[in-house]
C-alpha cells in the first residue's frame, strides 16, 4: 500500500450532494413512507391475534425499514461529525430521529403483536427453516414487549422523546461547537477546535501537555452548567420512563441491549478490581521514566519517548494491513477497501467532532470510519480498532437485518481485538529495548483505559443515577462524584484528576445505548481471552474467529462464550484469566526500566 492515501472519506458516493442531497432526500422520504405503511397496518389490525401470513409479511416489511433507516442514520451521523457546523445536517438528524421514533412505534406494535400469539402458533410458525436466522431476535422481541408498557403508551414516549431525550442528547455537540481553544503554534495564534485540542493532551512535550490540560479544564468549566443540565435531563427521563414501566434498577435496559445478565457484569468487575495493583505499579513506573513522583491525569497516555516520530498515514495503513494478514487474509482485505475506496476521514481540521467512530451502512455494503489522525501510536490505534468494527460489519452484512443486530460489548471485542493484533505484531518486529518499552507502554495505556478509566465512568454514572433518583445534581457535585469514581479506580496512582470529564466526554450523552462505559471493558477483556486462543489454535482460529462474529446477532454474550470458546462468563474464571494476561505486561514494561 504504497500509494498517496486519501485522509478524507468519499460520502458522495453513498448520497451525492452532502446535506443538500436530492438522492438522500428522496431515500428519507421513501423510507418515511414505508415506515408509516407499516405502522398504519399494525394500527389497523387491532387486537386481532396475527395469522401466518400477517406474521411473515410484517416481518420482511419491518427488516426493509430497519435496513434503510440505519443506512440513512449512519450517512447523515457522517455529515454532523465532520463539519459541526452544517445545520442543514443537524436538521436531517432530527428528521431522522422523528422517523425512528414513528419506526419505534411501529417496531412496538409489531413486538406486541409476536406477544399475542399463543405460544403453540409461535413454535409452529417460529419453527420454519426460513426463520431459523432470525427467530432469537424475534424471541427477545417477544418477551421484551412483555416488560414494557402498552404500545400506545410506548409510542407516546418514542414521539416525546424527539424533542426531549434524543434532543439534549444533541445538545452535546451544541456545546462542544461553543468551545474554541486559544493556542500558539509555530508563532501563530490559533483556535483549536475540541477534537484537534484532545490530541495536544498526549503531546510527547511535559509542557504542551501541562498547558492544554489547564485550558481544556477551563474550556469544560466555561460549559459546565449546560453540561450539567444537559445530563440531569438525560438521566431524569430515562428513570421517569423506567419507573413507568416498573423497572427499579436503571442497569436493567443496559444489560438488556448487550444481551447479558449482572452475573456476569458483576464476575467481570470483581476480576478488574483485582488488576489495580498491578497496573498502579505501571503508572509508577512511567512516572520515575517521566520524572515524576506521580503522573498526572494527563500524563497517563503520554508517550515515554522524550521525542517521538510522527507515522505518517500511509505507514499506519501499511502496518495495520499487515498485521491483520498475519491473523486472517480477509480481514486484511477489508482494510485494503476501507482505505483504497476513502472510506476513512482522519484529517485535522478544526470544525469537526472530537472522537473516532465507525458506523456501517447495511445497503451499500460499505462502512465509515471517523477520527482525527495526527500521527500518534494512539491513533493508528484508534485507526485499527475502528477497522476491527468494520470488519465485523462486514461480516453479518449477508445475514437478515434483524440477525445483524449486535450489541455494543461484542461490538467492541471486534474492535479491540483489530487493536491487539496490531499491538502484537508491532511488539514482535520491535528491534530495540527503547521500542518495546514504547509499545508495551502503550497495551498497557489500554489496560488502564479498560480497567481503570472505564470504571470509573461505570462508578460515576451508576451513582449519579443513585442521586439522580431524588432530585439534580449541580456542576459541582458532578464534578466531586467524577474524582471520587478516579480517586476509587486509579487509587492512589495520580497526583491531580480530570473533574470536568462527565462534561467532555460524549459517551455520557448518548441516547441509544445507556451505560456507554462497561462494554468496553467486556470487549477488551473477552477479546484477550480470544488473542489467547488465537495463539494456541494457529491459522486455522480465524474462521472460527469469524463465525463468532457473525452469530453476535443471535445468541446472548453467555452463550457466545459457551458454544465457541468453552467458557462460563457469569463465572469469575474467565475474567480473572484475562485479567493476568492483561497485567503480565507489567513486569516485562518493568524489566526494560532497569
Known sequence: MKQSLSLKWNLESLFSGGSSSPQYAAFVEETETLAALLLKELQ???????????????????QAVVSRLREADSYVSCLTSQDMGDKRAVAWTERIQTLSARFKQAADLFDAKLASVPDSHWHEWGGQAERSAIIFPLNERRDSAKDKLPPALEAVASELA????????????????????????????????VGQAANKLDDPEP?????????????????????ADTLNRLAGFRLKLYG??????????????????????NAMWTAVAGSIEPLQRYLALKARRLGKDKLSWHDVDAPIATSQAKIPYEEAAQLITEAFKQFSPDMAKLAETAFADHWIEAEDRSGKRPGGFCTSLPLSRQSRIFMTYSGTPGN???????????????????????????????????STFAEALVGDALLRRAESD??????????????????????????????????????????????????????????????????????????????????????????????????????????????????????????TVEQLATHHLGAALDQPRFWQDAVARVVADVEAFAELCK
Open 44 to 62: 389497523n389490525s387491532g387486537d386481532a391475534v396475527p395469522n401466518p401470513n400477517e406474521l411473515t409479511a410484517w416481518t420482511d416489511k419491518l
Open 162 to 193: 424527539v424533542d426531549g431525550y434524543h434532543g439534549w442528547g444533541e445538545h452535546y455537540n451544541t456545546i462542544v461547537g461553543r468551545i474554541s481553544i486559544p493556542w500558539e503554534e509555530n508563532g501563530s495564534s490559533v483556535n483549536l477546535s
Open 207 to 227: 509542557a504542551v501537555r501541562d498547558l492544554m490540560a489547564s485550558k481544556w479544564e477551563e474550556a469544560w468549566s466555561s460549559q459546565a452548567d449546560l453540561g
Open 244 to 265: 413507568m414501566r416498573g423497572w427499579s434498577d436503571p442497569l436493567r435496559e443496559p444489560l438488556r441491549i448487550n444481551r447479558m445478565s449482572i452475573d456476569t457484569l
Open 380 to 414: 493508528v490505534s484508534t485507526l485499527a480498532h475502528e477497522l476491527g468494527h468494520a470488519y465485523h460489519a462486514a461480516l453479518v452484512e449477508e445475514l437478515p437485518p434483524l440477525a445483524q443486530d449486535y450489541a455494543m460489548n461484542v461490538a467492541e471485542t471486534a
Open 434 to 555: 527503547e521500542e518495546k518499552l514504547a509499545l508495551l507502554d502503550d497495551r498497557l495505556q489500554r489496560a488502564v483505559a479498560f480497567c481503570m478509566n472505564i470504571r470509573a465512568r461505570f462508578l460515576f454514572e451508576t451513582r449519579f443515577y443513585e442521586r439522580r433518583a431524588s432530585g439534580m445534581l449541580e456542576a459541582s457535585e458532578l464534578c466531586e462524584l467524577m474524582v471520587a469514581a478516579q480517586k476509587e479506580a486509579f487509587g492512589d496512582a495520580l497526583g491531580s484528576w480530570h473533574p470536568h470529564f462527565w462534561a467532555s466526554k460524549l459517551h455520557f450523552y448518548l441516547t441509544d445505548v445507556p451505560f456507554y462505559n462497561f462494554p468496553y471493558t467486556f470487549g477488551y477483556l473477552f477479546s484477550t481471552g480470544l488473542v489467547a486462543v488465537a495463539e494456541r489454535e494457529g491459522a486455522s482460529f480465524s474462521k472460527r474467529y469469524d463465525q463468532l462474529l457473525r452469530d453476535t446477532g443471535v445468541m
